[in-house]
């Protein structure tokens, strides 16, 4: 038995003569940085999402760092997010010398604990980053409301949530700024690293446009220390092809999580994921959280087995190195990192498959 975790090779296979002309356009073109096929997505994603302005860069985290720096973060501050999540989200905010501020998250959703956060403020507090983990929303309605009481930026980690949406509204275009990761297993993928930085503000485009492009308007006319930070054709190309896609995509690994819950209703012992019902999740990744203890025997059964699984994340970013000093008690991320699993999912993944996992979780359960 061979089960990844995601399996890709069904959608090179479906896409294989698009990509290839695709592909072979770019060589054929000779134009490799800032040509049209980045041009092209640009504006596809913006109406996509539906969002004035969208601005592709090299991946997700220079999408955080570039966004930050664009909405006018700087050294000093302090942003308040979540220790739930890639380290990316707090790296990105270390590097420009602002200061993460970890709040613990909702027990249900594994998102930012939306009732903590006001209690995080300070006057050093200049934003908040709320990550929609595993591609479901946070909850955009009530920290916009804090963000405007106290005059903060709201900067949206939508890395894991191309297509999601929160009561209508597409993650990434609620926010001042939207960040996403197009990393080969997300659900708009590149093959190679690719990001996006979505906005409606003009000034804050403006900034990103120059910050990913040595801080330039104009070539060798330099205004600003910035980054070498541009997609390159290759990967607009290939997400060019893949865009028209991603809601039939979306829709069926939805599809797939439903069919998980059904499967995984009658077993003790776990639990499933929560979804609001306002709030379309994209289950970039279909997590469980296997109790009392029991999670990393699990893990190691399945993969006897060769069914593939994931820990997203085992150790949260209060307790990472470089932030552990000043650590606060965090007991939700600390219970979930002990706790959570990541099952195979994906748009093409079969009931036969998702039967087979769900029948070796049972037997590691007892």
């Known amino acids: 038995m061979n089960i990844p975790i995601l399996n890709l090779k069904p959608e090179v296979d479906e896409l294989w003569e698009d990509l290839n002309q695709a592909i072979q356009g770019v060589l054929r073109s000779t134009r490799f940085i800032m040509g049209p096929n980045g041009a092209a997505f640009e504006a596809g994603s913006a109406e996509y999402l ?13 999408a955080l760092l570039i966004g930050l720096r664009a909405a006018g973060i700087t050294t000093g501050d ?5 220790p739930f999540t890639f380290y990316a989200t707090a790296e990105a905010i270390s590097q420009i010398g602002a200061t993460p501020v970890f709040v613990d998250i909702r027990r249900e959703t594994y998102n930012i604990d939306v009732r903590r956060i006001e209690q995080a403020i300070t006057p050093k507090t200049k934003a908040i980053i709320p990550v929609h983990l595993f591609g479901q929303g946070a909850e955009m309605d009530d920290i916009l409301a804090l963000a405007k009481q106290y005059k903060l930026k709201v900067i949206e980690d939508a890395a894991q949530a191309f297509g999601g949406e929160y009561y209508g509204k597409k993650l990434g275009a609620i926010g001042d700024v939207g960040c996403f990761s197009f990393y080969p297993s997300k659900n708009l993928g ?3 690293d690719g990001g996006l930085i979505t906005t409606n503000g003009d000034e804050i485009a403006a900034l990103a446009r120059m910050l990913r492009n040595h801080g330039s308007q104009r070539s060798y006319y330099n205004e600003m ?21 991603i809601e039939a995509w979306n829709e069926g690994r939805r599809k797939a999580a439903y069919v998980y819950n059904e499967l995984l209703a009658d077993i003790s012992g776990l639990i499933i994921p929560h979804e ?14 296997i109790l009392h203890g029991k999670r990393d025997q699990v893990q190691r059964h399945l993969e006897q087995q060769g069914i593939g699984t994931m820990i997203y994340y085992p150790v949260p970013l209060h307790r990472q190195p470089l932030y552990a000093r000043n650590a606060a008690e965090l007991p939700v991320a600390e219970e979930s990192a002990a706790e959570v699993l990541s099952l195979p999912i994906g748009p093409t993944i079969t009931r036969t498959i998702q039967e087979t996992v769900v029948a070796e979780l049972r037997k590691a359960l007892g």
């Open 50 to 62: 539906g969002v004035k302005h969208s601005i592709a860069v090299n991946s997700g985290t220079d």
């Open 78 to 82: 302090e942003v308040i997010t979540s």
């Open 190 to 192: 590149a093959y190679g």
């Open 225 to 245: 220390l910035g980054y070498n930070s541009r997609l390159d054709e290759l990967q607009a190309a290939i997400l060019r092809v893949k865009l028209p896609r």
């Open 276 to 289: 609001d019902p306002a709030v379309k999740h994209v289950y970039h990744q279909y997590t469980i959280r």
